[in-house]
C-alpha cells in the first residue's frame, strides 16, 4: 500500500515538473522567435525609419531578450534535474518560482509589444512612392 | 474565474498549484491574442500603405481566426471555474488534459501567424530595398 502511494506520488511530483517544462519550452520558442521578428524591425528601421532613439531601444531590448533567454535557459536545467534526479516535493515554493519565471517572461513580451507598437505607428506614415 | 482562485496558498496542493499556474497561463494567451487583434490592424495598415494592400485578405482571415480562437479560449476559461468541484484525480486529470489540447491549439495558431509576418516582412524589406 504504501509503495503504491509513493509511486502516486513520485508520479504526480513527476507530472507537474513536466507540466512546467512544456510552458518554459513555449516561453524560450517564443523568446526565440521574437529575436527573429526584432531583425526585421532593426532591418526597416535602418533602411526607412532611421529614427536614432528607436535603433538604441532595439539595441536595448535585444541585449534584454537575450539575457532573459539565458535565465530561462537556466531554470530549464534546474527543473531537468529535478525532474531526472530530484526528491523535492512539488509545493508552493516550486510554485512560486515558476510563477516569477513567468512573470520575467511576460514581462519581455509587454516590452516588445511597446516596442513593436512604436515601430507600426511609424511605418503606417509610410506611403509607396 | 474567482480571484480567490488565481492566489497560491502554502495549504495548496501539488493540483490546485497546477490549476492556478495553468489559469494564470491561460489568461496570457487571451492577453497575447487581444494584442494580436491590434497587432493585425497595424498590419493592414501598413500593407495598404507600402505595399498596395498585399497580405490584406491573409491578414483578414487570420483576424476571423483570432476571434474564433480568443470566443473558444474565453469560453474554456469559463468552464474552469468548475474545477473547484473536482473530487477525484480523475476530473483534475481531465481539465489538465483540456488545457494541454488547448496549448497545442494556441501553439499551433502562433506558427501559423508567424509564418505569415515572416512573409510579410520579407516582402516589406524586398519592396523598401526596390525603392532605395
Partial sequence: MNSTSSFTIEAQRKLFIKKDLIALSHWIDELEALDNELNSLKHLEQKVLKNAILSQNITTFRRKNTLAMGLLCQYEQVLRTEFEYGKAIYDVKSAKLHEKKQNEYLCIKKSFMLLKDLVYKLLETCKRN | ?132
Avoid: P
Fill in chain 2, 1 to 132: 474565474m474567482k480571484n480567490i482562485y488565481n492566489q497560491v496558498y502554502s495549504h495548496d496542493t501539488e493540483v490546485d498549484l497546477t490549476h492556478k499556474i495553468n489559469t494564470s497561463e491561460l489568461n496570457n494567451w487571451i492577453t497575447h491574442l487581444q494584442y494580436t487583434k491590434k497587432e493585425l490592424n497595424h498590419l493592414v495598415a501598413i500593407s495598404n500603405g507600402i505595399l498596395e494592400g498585399k497580405f490584406v485578405d491573409s491578414f483578414e482571415e487570420k483576424h476571423n481566426e483570432n476571434y474564433d480562437f480568443l470566443n473558444l479560449l474565453t469560453s474554456y476559461k469559463n468552464s474552469r471555474d468548475s474545477i473547484t468541484e473536482c473530487e477525484d484525480t480523475e476530473c483534475d486529470m481531465a481539465f489538465i488534459s483540456d488545457h494541454e489540447n488547448f496549448r497545442q491549439g494556441y501553439t499551433y495558431y502562433l506558427e501559423n501567424y508567424r509564418k505569415i509576418k515572416d512573409s510579410f516582412f520579407e516582402e516589406l524589406r524586398a519592396a523598401i530595398t526596390s525603392k532605395k
